[in-house]
């Protein structure tokens, strides 16, 4: 694997940028079905359909890489009935969003485990994987049973695996074994809902993001609310560690 050099370009200019890397926690679906009287299942349909406009607004203001968390490591003790709903809900909307996409020059790419997910779902990711590959455009990272200690722990094994010398461990040798090994640093990480944790989410990607927590739940968050998230972005002045 190769680390993508865009990786180490960081910015402290706090007055012009765009975010890079944007990654996002999509919280609050159950509560948004639940204050309209609807079904918990209603609010996740809801929440994916939000999807799609939100990566053509990120797109259109110039982000690079937008990362998605849409279902982590421990989701799987929900009720079994909302687990799924969401994974058929996931397979419908990866079969019928992926040509759209592709044709917007998107490149899609999975984060995470495969091994608990149904053959459908992972056919349906590995297809969107393979159809957008060659594409330019933003990369969508798609975090699917992910969690960011798993993905530490089997970095670790590959390292292993590969025989690489304890004194050839460096952090970028470690980082060219993550999910995101070809996807650079997060510069910002939303999280929408009113919740003010990360939930175990790219816990090394995110070393030194600005994160930003908008109180609004997912499946009303695009357009004025992308723009409220970068002004506070374009607030901060990220030193990584440095004096300025």
């Given at each position: 694997?190769?680390?993508?050099p865009?990786?180490?370009?960081?910015?402290?200019?706090?007055?012009?940028?765009?975010?890079?890397?944007?990654?996002i926690?999509?919280?609050?679906?159950?509560?948004?079905?639940?204050?309209?009287?609807?079904d918990?299942?209603?609010?996740?349909?809801?929440?994916f359909e939000?999807?799609?406009?939100?990566?053509?607004?990120?797109?259109?203001?110039?982000?690079?890489?937008?990362?998605?968390?849409?279902f982590?490591?421990?989701?799987?003790?929900?009720?079994?009935?909302?687990?799924?709903?969401?994974?058929?809900?996931?397979?419908?909307?990866?079969?019928?969003?992926?040509?759209?996409?592709?044709?917007?020059g998107?490149?899609?790419?999975?984060?995470?485990?495969?091994?608990?997910?149904?053959?459908e779902?992972?056919?349906?990711?590995?297809?969107?994987?393979?159809?957008?590959?060659?594409?330019?455009g933003?990369?969508?990272?798609?975090?699917?049973?992910?969690?960011?200690?798993?993905e530490i722990?089997?970095?670790?094994?590959?390292?292993?695996?590969?025989?690489?010398?304890?004194?050839?461990?460096?952090?970028?040798?470690f980082?060219?074994?993550?999910?995101?090994?070809?996807?650079?640093?997060?510069?910002?990480m939303?999280?929408?809902?009113?919740?003010?944790?990360?939930?175990?989410?790219l816990?090394?990607?995110?070393?030194?993001?600005?994160?930003?927590?908008?109180?609004?739940?997912?499946?009303?968050?695009?357009g004025?609310?992308?723009?409220?998230?970068?002004?506070?972005?374009?607030?901060r002045?990220?030193?990584f560690?440095?004096?300025?």
């Amino acid at each position: 694997m190769t680390a993508n050099p865009e990786a180490s370009k960081r910015s402290t200019n706090a007055t012009t940028d765009v975010p890079h890397h944007v990654a996002i926690i999509m919280d609050g679906n159950g509560r948004w079905a639940v204050s309209r009287g609807l079904d918990v299942s209603d609010g996740h349909q809801a929440g994916f359909e939000n999807l799609q406009r939100v990566v053509a607004d990120f797109a259109k203001r110039g982000v690079r890489y937008l990362t998605m968390f849409a279902f982590s490591t421990e989701n799987w003790d929900r009720p079994e009935s909302e687990v799924n709903g969401i994974l058929e809900l996931a397979i419908a909307v990866i079969a019928h969003e992926a040509e759209q996409l592709h044709e917007n020059g998107v490149r899609i790419k999975h984060l995470g485990r495969i091994e608990r997910l149904s053959t459908e779902l992972r056919e349906e990711l590995e297809q969107a994987v393979d159809l957008t590959a060659g594409n330019t455009g933003l990369t969508l990272g798609i975090a699917f049973d992910y969690g960011g200690r798993a993905e530490i722990v089997d970095a670790v094994k590959s390292l292993l695996v590969d025989g690489v010398a304890a004194e050839d461990i460096s952090e970028e040798k470690f980082a060219e074994y993550l999910y995101t090994s070809d996807m650079p640093e997060v510069d910002l990480m939303i999280r929408t809902g009113g919740d003010y944790r990360i939930s175990n989410f790219l816990l090394w990607q995110t070393a030194y993001s600005e994160f930003y927590f908008p109180d609004v739940l997912w499946p009303d968050f695009h357009g004025e609310h992308i723009d409220r998230a970068f002004e506070s972005f374009n607030e901060r002045q990220r030193r990584f560690g440095k004096r300025i």
